[in-house]
């Protein structure tokens, strides 16, 4: 063990492992997730860095570990599907999985959209794993879902759906598993009767059973990516593939070819939401893996000097803690958010399967901004912490780059970031019934006293000092305010519509405005969930660490938007330079527990899969083994000396 980090352990001032229990949500989890986790002792879970190896033998190990993973589940007699999903992101690491799909969009399809007969045919197939399935929605040309090309006709005669792709651009493009999977859901256009009646989905065979030739149907994977290598994304044509009546899902359409509405159209897109809630969870998740890598390299680095002394460690450069601990904050506050979204998921759609929908519309905002606000923060966050580490960040031995390349896309998949941020119609709708004076609940119910609060532009220095920078609900308060920015927005939406501009340009030209308000709810929604956490935390010593990063995490989010709440009159000027003052007292006092915060996150060594981020910070001496392992090491002279340089 490194010297270093053991002394950093010892300086903590909490119990580590109560911190663990709080993350997992309690003892009994934590026991059983790390029981779980042993799994990675087998051998048939070794395998080779995929750093090592090209696209191709990526994708083989990567189905190789899937079937093992199916196969060992049965072994290991994991049935929970809280726990399935726990045994599988412990063997994916930091990789993805080539059956992923089937699992987080195939199977919650079925699940939620199959009716009792299909349930009956599909359910035991999917399950079963004879069926592997995709989700093919996006098209080369589109993503947006009213622009969508490809069409599902029904024909009477045959009771049978014709799909078709008439164009380059209705090509099915994207869907995870395009050399994996023998089935899809495909979206389409659906017809009857000669008319549109949007969007709906169709269960489509894509392979045979037996051979997994293609069927007659133009299907493959579209390249190499920026990450996602293990992942054979696909494109999909189809020329007038025929399916029987029985394959659309919730089945709309009568024998007779007559439409039957369903409750809500949206209800199609609900595995979006279901995908969207659970990316919270995993930018917290990539947050802390990120975090507990740099934090722990930067115990055990040592370099230039503070005073004449031996070099310190890099973590005491005050720099370098700025750059991190916000982040250690922001894991954190993610955790909270993460368990919010998943509770808030699984208690509205249990009331949409009652057949109340009246909450959808906000699990939808909810979700959306969510997902946009936790991806687009981590993605740069990774980014930070690849940086901290210097030079050995960029090697792939540390794993950042890996976690950077397999995390961004999440800001694009699932619905491009700037457009979920878009899907504010639901905060401008609710300001406007508020100012209607109608009560809203729920989260939106601080817009009820907004009319009394008014946020306006005001010279700062005509505002009493009402907020206590070291007090954390005068802050959520603030945040709070500054929230009402969805008021500019609507402002400006009602200022375009006056000049007599269409409501879609209106809504175009107010669309930055939008967008900040968005981020500015997700913000406060972080903030307050992140502090009302606290107070169920009754260990002193945890209570207390966990609130000075909260108060990081506020403030920190304040001086980086400080031009909201100084517009505002939220703060005063003499505040605002108070902050930056607050947050490096704040940055010392998490100082000695910057380790044993990370270690709370309690990654295996296995699971992080970083020379850097290792328990026992031996970096130095793995970093050289790693490096001899490298396929240019394999002989003493390469081919190519022979072949060009001789
Ligand atoms: C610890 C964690 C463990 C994690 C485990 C692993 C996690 C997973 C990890 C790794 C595997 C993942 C691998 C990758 C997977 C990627 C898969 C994909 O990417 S599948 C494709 C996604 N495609 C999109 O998302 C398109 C985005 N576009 C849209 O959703 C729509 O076009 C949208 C929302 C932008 C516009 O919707 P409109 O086309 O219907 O048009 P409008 O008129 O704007 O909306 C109509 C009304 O419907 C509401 N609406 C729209 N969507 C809704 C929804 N989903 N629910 C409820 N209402 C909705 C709207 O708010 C609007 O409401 P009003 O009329 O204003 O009241
Ligand atoms: C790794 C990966 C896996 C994927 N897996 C699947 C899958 O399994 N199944 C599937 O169906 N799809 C999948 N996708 C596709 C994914 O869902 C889309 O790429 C995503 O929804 C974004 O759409 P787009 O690529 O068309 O981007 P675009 O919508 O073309 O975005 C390009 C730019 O235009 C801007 N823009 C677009 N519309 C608006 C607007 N209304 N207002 C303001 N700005 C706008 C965006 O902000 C962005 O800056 C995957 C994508 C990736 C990268």
């Known amino acids: 063990m490194n010297p270093d980090i053991v002394k950093e352990r010892q300086n903590a001032s909490f119990d580590v492992q109560k ?3 709080i993350l997992d949500g309690g003892p009994e989890k934590t026991k059983r997730r790390r029981e779980i986790s042993l799994v990675l002792n087998d051998p048939d879970f070794d395998e080779e860095d995929p750093n090592f190896l090209s696209r191709s033998e990526r994708y083989e190990q990567a189905v190789r570990k899937s079937a093992q993973m199916i196969l060992k589940l049965r072994e290991y007699g994991i049935s929970d599907p809280a726990e399935i999903n726990c045994y599988k992101s412990v063997v994916r690491g930091n990789f993805h999985e080539s059956l992923g799909l089937h699992y987080v969009m195939f199977l919650p399809t079925l699940y939620s959209q199959c009716d009792q007969e299909q349930s009956k045919k599909w359910l035991p197939l999917a399950t079963s794993f004879e069926v592997l399935g995709t989700y093919a929605q996006t098209e080369l040309g589109h993503t947006h879902l009213r622009g969508l090309e490809t069409t599902a006709t029904f024909d009477p005669t045959t009771q049978e759906f014709v799909l078709n792709s008439p164009t380059v651009t209705s090509i099915k493009w994207w869907p995870g598993a395009g050399k994996t999977s023998n089935h899809a859901v495909v979206l389409a256009q659906l017809y009857t009767r000669g008319k549109c009646h949007g969007l709906h989905a169709f269960i489509v065979q894509l392979r045979h059973m037996d051979t ?9 994977d579209i390249g190499p990516k920026f990450g996602f290598s293990e992942v054979d994304n696909g494109f999909l044509k189809l020329d007038h593939v025929r399916i029987p009546r029985e394959n659309m899902l919730m089945k709309h359409v009568e024998p007779d070819g007559r439409y039957v509405k369903p409750a809500s159209a949206k209800l199609t897109y609900g595995t979006m939401v279901f995908i969207r809630s659970l990316l919270v969870g995993l930018s917290a998740l990539v947050m802390a893996k990120s975090c507990t890598i740099a934090i722990r390299y930067s ?8 005073r004449s002394e031996p070099e310190p460690q890099i973590l005491d450069y005050q720099t370098q803690q700025y750059k991190l601990f916000p982040l250690l904050a922001t894991a954190y506050a993610f955790s909270f958010v ?8 699984y208690r509205i759609s249990g009331d949409i399967n009652q057949g109340d929908l009246s909450e959808l519309p906000e699990l939808h905002a909810v979700s959306a901004g969510l997902k946009a606000f936790t991806t687009w923060t981590t993605n740069t966050g990774i980014e930070v912490c690849r940086m901290s580490c210097g030079g050995h960040g960029y090697s792939r031995s540390s794993a950042l780059p890996d976690l950077y390349a397999e995390f961004t896309p999440t800001c694009t998949y699932e619905g491009e970031n700037t457009v979920m941020m878009l899907q504010t ?14 009560q809203l609940r729920g989260i939106m119910s601080y817009l009820n006293d907004m009319e009394q609060r008014h946020v306006r532009a005001h010279p700062a220095s005509a505002r009493p000092a009402l907020v206590d920078i070291n007090d954390l609900s005068d802050l959520v308060e603030s945040y709070k305010l500054r929230a009402a920015l969805v008021e500019s927005a609507a402002k400006s939406i009602q200022q375009e519509l006056q000049k007599r501009r269409s409501h879609e340009d209106a809504w175009n030209n107010s669309a930055i405005d939008l967008v900040k308000a968005s ?6 929604m972080v903030v307050k969930l992140f502090t009302d956490k606290l107070s169920e935390i ?3 010593d945890i209570n207390l660490v966990l609130t000075t990063l909260a108060q990081l995490y506020a403030l920190h989010g304040i001086a980086l938007n400080s031009g909201d709440f100084l517009q505002a009159g939220l703060l005063t000027v003499p505040q605002m330079q108070q902050i930056p003052v607050r947050i490096k007292e704040l940055l010392c006092l998490i100082r000695p527990n ?5 270690d709370a996150f309690d990654f295996p060594d296995k699971v992080l899969s970083s020379v850097l981020g290792r328990y026992d910070g031996n970096v130095y001496e793995n970093l050289f083994e790693w490096a001899r392992r490298s396929p240019l090491n394999a002989t003493e002279v390469h081919e190519s000396f022979h072949k060009y340089l001789k």
Do not use: F
Not at 299 to 306: D, G, K, L, P, T
Not at 338 to 345: F, I, L, V
Not at 425 to 430: N, R
Not at 594 to 598: E, R
């Open 299 to 306: 115990a055990v680095r040592h370099q230039s000097e503070i």
């Open 538 to 540: 009754g260990d002193p």
């Open 338 to 345: 993460g368990q919010y979204m998943t509770e808030t998921y």
């Open 594 to 598: 910057a380790v044993a915060l990370v």
């Open 519 to 524: 981020d500015a709810h997700c913000h406060y």
């Open 19 to 21: 911190l663990t229990y």
């Open 212 to 220: 997994h030739e293609p069927l007659p149907i133009l299907v493959g």
């Open 425 to 438: 119609a639901y905060l401008v709708k609710s300001y406007r019934q508020a100012k209607a004076g109608e």
